[in-house]
C-alpha cells in the first residue's frame, strides 16, 4: 500500500488527491493521511499547488455537482481521518459517475454519505436558529458556535433570505465573521470582537418574542424531553428565548 | 392595552391549532423584496411543549360570536377580548423576521361580527404584507366558514397555504359541541380551495405568468378525544379529505379541556398516545400506500397504544413476510416495520451494487430491533419467528420498553436534584 502525506490545509488535500487520481494505477488501496512531526512518519510528502487544489474541485464540482458538495461538506466538517475515504469516494465518482453515491455498502461512500448528512442537518438547523440582533448603526449581527465549520454556507442562505438589510455572521468558536454590505458577501477572520451597542428598539423585540414564546406552549402538553431532542441545549447559549 | 399584552392573549389563544408547517412553497422575489420560502420548511425554535415554532402562531382577534363547547375563545368564556391592528401585525411580523425568529405569519382569527368582515380584515393584513412591504415568507391562512368567494380568491393569491378547520370528525359531533357551525358550511370552501388549487395548477402548466394560488396547498385540522368517533371512522374521514379534497395534510390536535362544559368528556390528561398514533396512521395513508381499510376495521376500530400502526398491522398478516431485501420491490419494503421512506430508497439504490446483509441494513439506518422479525436476506432470515407473532410482538414490546427509559446520564443526575 502506497502511503501520501500532506500539509493538513484543505488545499493540500486536495493537491493529494489530485496528484494521486493522476498518478496511481489504484487510487483505492492508498492512504493518505496529514503529515506529523514524527521522525519515522513514511510517506510520499505532496507540496501544495493551490492551482491544481482550484482545478480539481472545480470540475468536479462542474461534472459532479450533487458528489461536490458532499465532498465539501466532508471537509467542512473538519473531521480528522476523513482523507482516504475523501480520495476513495472521489475516485469511485469519477470512474463510476455521480450514482455511485448510492452505493452506501462502500465503506468510503457510507462514511462520507453520513457525514456530510451530519453537517448538511446542521445547516439546516442554523437555518431556523440563528438569532440576528439589530445594533445602533442599523445592521444586523448573529453569533454562532456550530460544531462544523458552517459559516460560508450557511451566510450563502441568508444572503437570499435577508438580502434588503447589512448583516454580520460570527462564528465565535472559529473566530470567524461574514458581512453582507446589501450587494456582496466578505469572509474574515475576527481579531476580537468587542460586544457593539445594541439599537434601542431591540429589547423590546426581543421581550416580545419571549413574550410569544412562552404563550404559545400548551401548558397541559409540557414536554422539555422531547423540546431538547428537537433543540439540544448546545444550541441555546445564543437563542433570545432560552437566554 | 399595547402590543405586548395583545400579544400574550393572541398567541394564547391560537397556541391549540396544531399545524406550524412552513413547507411545501418556495417563493422568492426580486432585488428590494425581503424573504423567501424554502419548501423543505424551516423549524425556528421548540416550545416548551416540544412542538415546533416556524410561524408567527396568532388569532387576529379573539373576540368570537361563536359559542363552541371545546374553544377558550367561545362567547360565553369570560376571558379578554382584544384584536391586532393591521398596522401592529405587519410591523411585528417583518420585525421578528428580520431577526430570524420566524419564517412566516400564521393567521387566523375568531369571527368577529361577520364571517365577511373577519376575513376582510385578515386579508387586509397578507395583502398589506405582499403588496406594500413586499415580504416573501411563509404565510399560512384560515378561511373563515361562510365569508364570500371573492375573499377566499384574493387571500389564495397572497399565502403559501389556506386551511379550512373540520374542528370535529363528524357532523353529529359538530352540532352537538359546536352548535352555530354547520358541516355543509366547512365542506364548502374546503370543495372550493380543491378545486380551484388543482385548476390554478393546470393554468400554470400552460402558462407560468398565471399568479399561484395557495401553492402549498390546503390543509385543516380535528380534535382528537372531546368526541366518540372511532380511530377507523377518523381515518376513513382523513383518507376521503386526501383522496377527493386533494388536502396536503390532516392534523390532530389532542382534546386539551379548557372549558367545564357537560357535553364534554372528562379527561385527566390531553389524549397525546392517541394523537401520536393516528399521526403515525397518517402517515402510512400519505407515503406509505396503505388503505383505511387496511390499518383499521369495523372489529378492530381502535390503535394499538402500545404498538405504532405498521407494526400491528405486519402481526396481522404473517403471510406477507419474510420480505427479502435484495430481491423486493419498494411498495413490499415500505410496509416492513423498521424500514421508511429513506431506509427503502436507500436500499432500492444501494443493492443494485453489492447484496445487502442484517450488518449493512443497521448501517444504513434500518431499525433492526423492529425488522428483523420481518426480512430475510437473499433468503437467509434474521430471525426464525415468522409463524409467531404473539412472540414477535412480545419482543418489540420489550425492545420499546428498554428504549423509552431515560439514558443513565440523566437519571443519575436527577438523584441529586
Redo the contacts between chains.
Keep these: 500500500m502506497n502511503r501520501y502525506r500532506y500539509d493538513g490545509t484543505t488545499e493540500g488535500l486536495l493537491t493529494a488527491i489530485d496528484h494521486i487520481l493522476r498518478h496511481e494505477t489504484d487510487p483505492q488501496k492508498v492512504e493518505l493521511e496529514p503529515q506529523r512531526q514524527n521522525l519515522f512518519d513514511e510517506g510520499v510528502y505532496i507540496a501544495t499547488d493551490p492551482q491544481r487544489a482550484d482545478i480539481l474541485i472545480r470540475r468536479f464540482s462542474a461534472a459532479y455537482p450533487d458528489n461536490a458538495r458532499q465532498v465539501i461538506y466532508v471537509i467542512l466538517s473538519e473531521k480528522e481521518l476523513m482523507e482516504t475515504s475523501l480520495l476513495q469516494y472521489m475516485h469511485a465518482v469519477s470512474v463510476y459517475g455521480c450514482?455511485?453515491g448510492?452505493?452506501?455498502?462502500?465503506p468510503a461512500v457510507?462514511a462520507v454519505h453520513f457525514l456530510a448528512r451530519k453537517v448538511g442537518r446542521e445547516v439546516?438547523r442554523f437555518?431556523?436558529?440563528?438569532?440576528?440582533?439589530?445594533l445602533e448603526d442599523g445592521s444586523?449581527l448573529?453569533r454562532m458556535e456550530p460544531d462544523f465549520n458552517i459559516i460560508q454556507p450557511l451566510s450563502k442562505f441568508?444572503t437570499?433570505?435577508?438580502?434588503?438589510?447589512e448583516w454580520f455572521i460570527c462564528d465565535v468558536k472559529r473566530s470567524l465573521v461574514s458581512h453582507w454590505d446589501g450587494r456582496k458577501i466578505d469572509f474574515g477572520t475576527l481579531e476580537s470582537f468587542r460586544s457593539p451597542e445594541l439599537a434601542e428598539?431591540e429589547l423590546q423585540?426581543q421581550?416580545?418574542?419571549k413574550?410569544?414564546?412562552?404563550?404559545?406552549?400548551?401548558?397541559?402538553?409540557?414536554?422539555?424531553?422531547?423540546?431538547r431532542?428537537?433543540?439540544p441545549m448546545k444550541y441555546w447559549k445564543y437563542?433570545?428565548?432560552k437566554e | 392595552m399595547d402590543t405586548m399584552d395583545k400579544l400574550k392573549i393572541l398567541a394564547g389563544s391560537a397556541r391549540y391549532d396544531a399545524s406550524c408547517a412552513s413547507s411545501g412553497s418556495s417563493r422568492s422575489g426580486g432585488e428590494g423584496s425581503l424573504g423567501n420560502a424554502s419548501s423543505g420548511g424551516i423549524c425556528h425554535s421548540w416550545s416548551d411543549d416540544g412542538r415546533c415554532i416556524s410561524l408567527l402562531k396568532v388569532l387576529l382577534s379573539n373576540d368570537c360570536r361563536y359559542d363552541c363547547a371545546y374553544c377558550v375563545n367561545r362567547s360565553s368564556n369570560p376571558v379578554e377580548r382584544t384584536s391586532f391592528t393591521v398596522e401592529e401585525l405587519v410591523g411585528l411580523t417583518i420585525s421578528f423576521y428580520r431577526r430570524n425568529y420566524i419564517e412566516g405569519l400564521f393567521l387566523s382569527s375568531a369571527v368577529e361580527a361577520s364571517p365577511d368582515y373577519t376575513m376582510e380584515r385578515m386579508v387586509a393584513v397578507v395583502r398589506r404584507l405582499r403588496q406594500e412591504e413586499r415580504f416573501f415568507g411563509y404565510i399560512h391562512m384560515k378561511i373563515i366558514p361562510g365569508c364570500s368567494r371573492e375573499l377566499v380568491k384574493e387571500a389564495g393569491f397572497h399565502a403559501d397555504r389556506l386551511s379550512v378547520n373540520i374542528e370535529l370528525p363528524s357532523g353529529d359531533s359538530l352540532n352537538r359541541l359546536a352548535p352555530q357551525k354547520r358541516k355543509e358550511s366547512i365542506l364548502k370552501p374546503m370543495a372550493l380551495l380543491g378545486e380551484t388549487i388543482s385548476a390554478n395548477r393546470l393554468e400554470r402548466k400552460n402558462s407560468r405568468s398565471v399568479p399561484r394560488f395557495s401553492p402549498a396547498g390546503q390543509s385543516t385540522q380535528m380534535i382528537i378525544g372531546a368526541s366518540p368517533e372511532s380511530d377507523h371512522r377518523i381515518l376513513l374521514l382523513s383518507q376521503g379529505l386526501y383522496k377527493k379534497m386533494n388536502l396536503k395534510r390532516v392534523y390532530y390536535s389532542a382534546y386539551v379541556p379548557v372549558n367545564h362544559d357537560n357535553r364534554l368528556p372528562v379527561l385527566a390528561n390531553p389524549p397525546l398516545k392517541r394523537e401520536h398514533r393516528l399521526y403515525q396512521a397518517d402517515w402510512l395513508l400519505r407515503h406509505y400506500g396503505f388503505s383505511a381499510d387496511e390499518i383499521l376495521s369495523q372489529e378492530h376500530p381502535f390503535l394499538d397504544e402500545h404498538l405504532d400502526p405498521k407494526a400491528a398491522w405486519a402481526l396481522r398478516h404473517p403471510e406477507f413476510f419474510p420480505v427479502d431485501i435484495n430481491r423486493a420491490d419498494y411498495a413490499a419494503l415500505l410496509r416492513v416495520p423498521g424500514i421508511g421512506v429513506t431506509s427503502a430508497k436507500r436500499i432500492v439504490a444501494a443493492r443494485r451494487y453489492a447484496v445487502f446483509t442484517p450488518d449493512g441494513l443497521k448501517k444504513i439506518g434500518v431499525v433492526m430491533k423492529r425488522a428483523r422479525y420481518f426480512i430475510t436476506c437473499s433468503g437467509k432470515p434474521v430471525e426464525r419467528l415468522f409463524d409467531r407473532p404473539a412472540l414477535i410482538r412480545r419482543k418489540l414490546l420489550a425492545a420499546e420498553t428498554v428504549a423509552s427509559q431515560p439514558p443513565l446520564k440523566q437519571r443519575q443526575i436527577s438523584l441529586f436534584q
Design positions: 450514482r455511485i448510492a452505493h452506501l455498502t462502500h457510507l439546516h437555518k431556523g436558529l440563528l438569532r440576528f440582533a439589530m444586523y448573529a441568508f437570499r433570505r435577508l438580502g434588503t438589510q428598539e423585540v421581550r416580545l418574542w413574550t410569544f414564546f412562552t404563550h404559545v406552549a400548551i401548558p397541559e402538553r409540557k414536554n422539555p424531553q422531547l423540546q431532542s428537537f433543540m437563542l433570545v428565548e
